[in-house]
């Protein structure tokens, strides 16, 4: 049901003069070929040969990086001119799948903002390209402020419309195609693939193919062990592409174009509710805790003194730092600081305001032999 063009670590191109718009009524594949993403060849920032050779440590570090600190406010914000001006009624579909993922129990907060100046996440829409695309979790940082980071190109209003848009969304939360999942055990009929997506709509090269289908993740890119066919971030395929499973031999492979279980269960591990207050961190006192993989300190912090502070993170492990400003009620990114796979402990330094108030953050990206950190500012 979705037809969507994604676009990972680098920055995407929008405009692909001559090409169509995207037909709104929803179709199967069977019947009018459906125009799947595309994602250029995904390069993994090297590890050492140390972190190598513990693949969960590389598997942690790998994950992380595609995942927001938890508790972080995504301002997301419309193009209300332009080639991207986006339609009032494609906007509601929009917030209402902001609302969908955040209705699950993410910890994870979305406010809409009316410059695109303000915005981590800019959208836009354009029938004209006819894409959907997105930049992937923190990679729309990595897009210029001039471009959108996340862009529709097809009516939202309809069925397979609001899958997609729940679909973009997912990948500006870290989440990656899943009939790439290198353990969902999908063997190929290649020869049938290179011919189906040569044709119309995609008229994709051979290399194009094998990078967008056939090509497996690598298992450092992937969470979990299992392949999820009504996962939101599957697409469908016609019978006859997919050897194994059997059964799409013969039937094809149709997600609901809905949040499956294991969306949530996945989402709200990352992301988890947080505290309504998180704890205070006081100057040199350090806060000495044991933290799993994947979980997450959240502390205050209220200077008694203007004047530059050093937050560093100690101890045996790999961690991501993040330094918020609270405005208005609201924590605004200040700077950041990641030190997974590297032989040096997580550190920001900054100038802070008496009379202002701040929020750390330190996620435990795979911890040492014994799993303790500590956190301090000085």
């Known amino acids: 049901m979705l037809r969507a063009r994604a676009k990972g670590s680098k920055s995407p191109s929008y405009k692909r003069p001559g090409k169509r718009a995207a037909k709104t009524a929803p179709r199967s594949p069977a019947k009018s070929g459906m125009r799947l993403c595309a994602l250029p060849p995904r390069t993994i920032a090297p590890l050492s040969a140390a972190v190598m050779s513990d693949p969960i440590r590389a598997s942690a570090i790998v994950i992380s990086k595609s995942k927001w600190l938890n508790?972080?406010?995504?301002h997301y914000c419309f193009f209300k001119s332009g080639h991207w001006r986006v339609p009032k009624r494609q906007a509601r579909v929009i917030r209402a799948a902001f609302a969908k993922w955040k209705a699950i129990g993410i910890g994870l907060q979305f406010k809409e903002v009316g410059d695109l100046r303000e915005a981590e996440v800019r959208i836009g829409?354009?029938?004209?390209?006819?894409?959907?695309?997105?930049?992937v979790g923190p990679d729309v940082l990595t897009v210029p402020l001039t471009k959108p980071t996340t862009v529709y190109g097809w009516d939202l209003t309809t069925e397979e419309g609001h899958s997609t848009a729940l679909h973009e969304i997912g990948h500006v939360l870290g989440m990656e195609h899943e009939h790439q999942n290198p353990f969902a055990g999908i063997k190929w009929h290649e020869d049938a693939v290179y011919k189906s997506l040569m044709g119309?709509?995609?008229?994709?090269?051979?290399?194009?193919t094998f990078h967008n289908i056939l090509e497996k993740l690598s298992p450092e890119q992937t969470q979990g062990s299992k392949w999820d066919p009504a996962s939101i971030m599957e697409y469908e395929f016609e019978a006859?592409?997919?050897?194994?499973?059997?059964?799409?031999?013969?039937?094809?492979?149709?997600?609901?174009?809905?949040?499956?279980?294991?969306?949530?269960?996945?989402?709200?591990?990352w992301y988890p509710p947080l505290k309504k207050s998180p704890d205070r961190l006081h100057a040199h006192r350090p806060a000495v805790v044991e933290l799993a993989a994947g979980k997450q300190l959240n502390f205050l912090i209220e200077p008694v003194s203007s004047r530059k502070y050093r937050i560093e993170s100690n101890g045996a492990s790999?961690?991501?730092l993040a330094l918020f400003e609270v405005i208005e009620g609201t924590p605004r990114y200040v700077a950041a600081d990641d030190d997974s796979g590297k032989e040096r402990n997580a550190a920001i330094v900054h100038k802070l305001f008496k009379g202002r108030q701040y929020i750390v953050r330190l996620r435990m990206v795979h911890p040492g032999p014994t799993g303790e950190v500590s956190l301090s500012y000085a």
């Open 200 to 208: 119309k709509p995609n008229q994709w090269t051979r290399s194009e």
């Open 240 to 269: 006859g592409l997919i050897a194994e499973p059997k059964r799409y031999e013969t039937q094809d492979l149709t997600p609901p174009g809905t949040l499956s279980a294991a969306d949530r269960k996945w989402m709200r591990k």
């Open 71 to 74: 508790g972080t406010v995504l």
């Open 318 to 320: 790999d961690t991501k």
């Open 125 to 135: 829409y354009s029938v004209m390209d006819g894409d959907s695309q997105s930049a």
